[in-house]
């Protein structure tokens, strides 16, 4: 199911997200129609509270990334089976001039 994503300004986008557990409620399905959302949406990546859920989630498909000939053929390869969903995400390290490089646990 495609969800409604919510616009800028909203409370949700502010709040601490919520640490879940593997057995949050509809987990497998609230994943399976972020991804759908998120393709929908021409994205590569979608976290919860852009379509209104205060937790913990985001979800990450690199793969229209792989075709792109201005990048070698190694980071082609590395981006274009690069599909993940990270839940309670913790960022261990920021790495660049700008932070905008970073580790995630």
């Known amino acids: 199911m495609i969800l409604p994503i919510v616009g800028y300004g909203d409370p949700v986008l502010r709040k601490i997200g919520e640490t879940i557990t593997p057995d949050y409620p509809n987990l497998k399905e609230i994943i399976a129609d972020m991804y759908e959302t998120m393709y929908n949406a021409y994205g590569v990546g979608l976290a919860a509270p852009q ?7 985001f979800v990450i498909d690199t793969s229209p990334f792989g075709e792109d000939t201005d990048l070698s053929n190694e980071e082609q390869s590395q981006l274009k089976n690069f599909k993940r969903t990270f839940i309670n995400a913790k960022m261990i390290k920021k790495m660049g001039k700008s932070g905008a490089l970073m580790k995630v646990a």
């Open 51 to 57: 379509v209104g859920l205060s937790i913990r989630l």
